[in-house]
């Protein structure tokens, strides 16, 4: 039991490392309309050091051209372009194209601003270089935008997946889980409209560590409770989930500040967005629950009822410890990063 312990302990350190690649890191780029027929662009792609940058560009459709010679430069760990064009017409109604997205395992994040304060959002990938932009989007294009902007921002989001693994291996039985899960919606949907709306800010960093150190507490629980010692968390999970949940809400907001709201249709963004999150949250967790229903059935084939439960709270320990291991890398990684 040890060997395996430290095999999955090595293994979680190294699914912890902060990036698989610089190429999976996202770009951006943001087109905000500053006169009929001018815009500003900002363009942020992954960089290493000083001249090593993702060989992707942006095109522009025929006609368009820069007022003001292009600035670039070079810092934590990006290449930023900034530059201001001009098109005849504006540039509503054509194509814009990442070229050299689909050689690539990135994904480019597009933001369009519109001079009335419409904002489109776009999600462009190896296998959708190209987006057509809009006038002012529908109230159902920006639903069906920010509803899938919620759901792969969860799924993406390893460190809130994590406190919700954690969440449903602490938590027993059906009905309890969707309590708990329950109350961590309710808590994230309060701080992600409040922050997004700007009524609370937290800063980022802080905010990353104290994440981490949530999923550390919530591993720890794991372990005391799976060895007779339950506490307060193991008796109400809803009210850590939901105080937890605060927390996570905050970080939830940062994701959907980066992209933006479009000011005519805030309310409906922001809705969906919180929608999509709690869909991809019901997934992952209806995933965990069917995995863990499998494995009791097939283990019960093989075991009986009582050396069948040890077994499954000896995989449970080893699955909190691997959590506990994850989330403190991460906290140690994201303290220092202070003092960097």
Do not use: C
Not at 124 to 141: R, Y
Not at 289 to 305: D, K, W
């Amino acid at each position: 039991m040890n060997r395996f312990r430290s095999f999955f302990a090595v293994v979680a350190l190294l699914l912890a490392q902060p990036a698989f690649s610089d190429e999976l890191r996202p770009g951006y780029l943001e087109i905000r309309q500053t006169s009929p027929d001018a815009y500003n662009l900002l363009f942020k792609i992954p960089a290493r050091g000083e001249d090593l940058r993702l060989a992707i560009y942006v095109k522009l459709p025929e006609g368009a051209q820069d007022v003001t010679p292009p600035w670039a430069s070079f810092g934590e760990g990006a290449y930023v372009e900034r530059r201001s064009i001009r098109r005849d017409g504006g540039l509503a109604g054509q194509a814009v194209s990442i070229e050299g997205l689909s050689a690539t395992l990135t994904d480019v994040l597009v933001r369009i601003e519109s001079l009335a304060g419409a904002v489109q959002t776009e999600r462009l990938s190896p296998t959708k270089t190209t987006f057509i932009v809009q006038a002012t989007p529908g109230a159902g294009e920006v639903a069906a935008t920010y509803l899938r902007l919620g759901v792969e921002h969860i799924l993406f989001g390893f460190d809130h997946l994590l406190f919700v693994l954690a969440l449903v291996i602490l938590v027993r039985g059906w009905a309890r889980v969707a309590l708990t899960v329950t109350a961590f919606t309710i808590a994230h949907s309060i701080t992600l409209a409040a922050a997004t709306l700007g009524f609370v800010n937290v800063p980022g960093p802080p905010l990353e560590a104290t994440i981490a150190l949530s999923i550390v507490l919530v591993s720890v629980e794991i372990l005391n409770a799976r060895r007779g010692k339950p506490s307060l968390t193991a008796r109400m999970p809803w009210l850590v989930a939901f105080s937890f949940g605060l927390l996570h809400g905050f970080g939830f907001a940062g994701a959907l500040t980066e992209v933006g709201l479009p000011q005519h249709a805030i309310p409906v963004a922001l809705l969906f967005f919180n929608i999509g999150v709690e869909v991809g949250q019901l997934v992952f967790v209806a995933a965990v629950l069917s995995a863990i229903s499998l494995l009791r059935y097939a283990g019960s084939r093989l075991l009986e009822p009582a050396p069948l439960q040890r077994a499954l709270d000896r995989l449970d320990v080893t699955v909190g410890y691997a959590i506990g291991i994850v989330a403190a890398y991460w906290l140690v990684e994201r303290t220092t990063a202070f003092f960097v």
